[in-house]
């Protein structure tokens, strides 16, 4: 993106973006490979050898445990709404509110993704040790409270705060991505798993992640201001707190057995 930036100049917007876009199609061979060469967990084959496998899983899961469907999908909120707004929104905001360069939001962008290649498996082996609800809810609370500090570093147009602020956004995004996965997949039982942590994951996508960039634009075009958004991602931080505190956590526990 910064070399099709820096080569596409002013045309960015029309041609620019669309080369290392349509690049990104290596990394679903990439994660095809990674995929294919997991091994499926000792649960999974253990339900294969007892020949307990679900036909129709997907309707199963929806009939048997929409409750955790549900939570699953607001338990997100405060990671999916702020990830967007976060990734994409701060493009429109930066440029054309702040007058920033676009390079240093690209920049700021990558170097925050750096981070998180530390954070995220931190998060998640904190949550191993101290609960994933715990390390999840303190990610949620931190996300509520850090879009009003983000709006204030990003208003100073200082680029120095700008950079920081951006990078720091992750964090608390981080705390809950980390455990995110064990958090979801352990609330269903283990023949419906798979299915039900993916509707639910992405049941979010759709009702969170999506329409934030929009809902963002909406409250910047209507009030002006970035605390607008920052409430709207207290508001998503509300609804995932209570989300996550209805569900239960299987830390450290047996999931292998059924349960609902």
Same mark, same amino acid.
């Given at each position: 993106m910064l070399v099709f930036s820096a080569i596409s100049g002013d045309q960015f917007l029309v041609w620019g973006w669309r080369i290392p876009f349509l690049l990104s199609i290596v990394m679903i061979a990439v994660g095809l490979y990674i995929r294919l060469g997991i091994v499926e967990t000792p649960t999974f084959r253990?339900?294969?050898?007892?020949?307990?496998?679900?036909?129709?899983?997907?309707?199963?899961?929806i009939k048997r445990q929409p409750k955790q469907i549900i939570l699953a999908a607001f338990a997100r909120?405060?990671?999916?709404?702020?990830?967007y707004i976060y990734l994409a929104f701060v493009f429109a905001y930066g440029t054309q509110v702040l007058h920033a360069s676009r390079n240093l939001l690209l920049t700021a962008l990558i170097t925050a993704g750096l981070v998180s290649l530390v954070t995220i498996p931190l998060a998640g082996h904190l949550s191993d040790r101290f609960g994933r609800k715990r390390i999840y809810l303190i990610g949620s609370v931190l996300t509520g409270v850090f879009g009003f500090i983000y709006f204030a570093m990003l208003n100073t147009a200082v680029p120095g705060w700008i950079f920081l602020g951006i990078i720091l956004s992750f964090v608390p995004h981080d705390l809950m991505y980390g455990p995110q996965a064990a958090l979801i997949a352990e609330c269903f039982t283990p023949r419906l798993r798979y299915s039900g942590a993916s509707i639910g994951y992405q049941l979010a996508s759709v009702v969170a992640g999506g329409p934030a960039p929009l809902i963002a634009t909406a409250l910047l075009a209507?009030? @002006?201001? @970035?605390?607008?958004?920052?409430?709207?991602?207290?508001?998503?931080?509300i609804v995932s707190i209570v989300a996550t505190i209805m569900m239960p956590d299987y830390t450290n526990r047996d999931i292998s057995q059924e349960h609902v």
């Amino acid at each position: 993106m910064l070399v099709f930036s820096a080569i596409s100049g002013d045309q960015f917007l029309v041609w620019g973006w669309r080369i290392p876009f349509l690049l990104s199609i290596v990394m679903i061979a990439v994660g095809l490979y990674i995929r294919l060469g997991i091994v499926e967990t000792p649960t999974f084959r253990s339900l294969v050898a007892q020949e307990r496998i679900e036909r129709v899983p997907a309707l199963e899961v929806i009939k048997r445990q929409p409750k955790q469907i549900i939570l699953a999908a607001f338990a997100r909120m405060a990671e999916q709404a702020p990830a967007y707004i976060y990734l994409a929104f701060v493009f429109a905001y930066g440029t054309q509110v702040l007058h920033a360069s676009r390079n240093l939001l690209l920049t700021a962008l990558i170097t925050a993704g750096l981070v998180s290649l530390v954070t995220i498996p931190l998060a998640g082996h904190l949550s191993d040790r101290f609960g994933r609800k715990r390390i999840y809810l303190i990610g949620s609370v931190l996300t509520g409270v850090f879009g009003f500090i983000y709006f204030a570093m990003l208003n100073t147009a200082v680029p120095g705060w700008i950079f920081l602020g951006i990078i720091l956004s992750f964090v608390p995004h981080d705390l809950m991505y980390g455990p995110q996965a064990a958090l979801i997949a352990e609330c269903f039982t283990p023949r419906l798993r798979y299915s039900g942590a993916s509707i639910g994951y992405q049941l979010a996508s759709v009702v969170a992640g999506g329409p934030a960039p929009l809902i963002a634009t909406a409250l910047l075009a209507a009030t @002006g201001s @970035g605390y607008a958004i920052a409430v709207y991602i207290a508001l998503c931080a509300i609804v995932s707190i209570v989300a996550t505190i209805m569900m239960p956590d299987y830390t450290n526990r047996d999931i292998s057995q059924e349960h609902v």
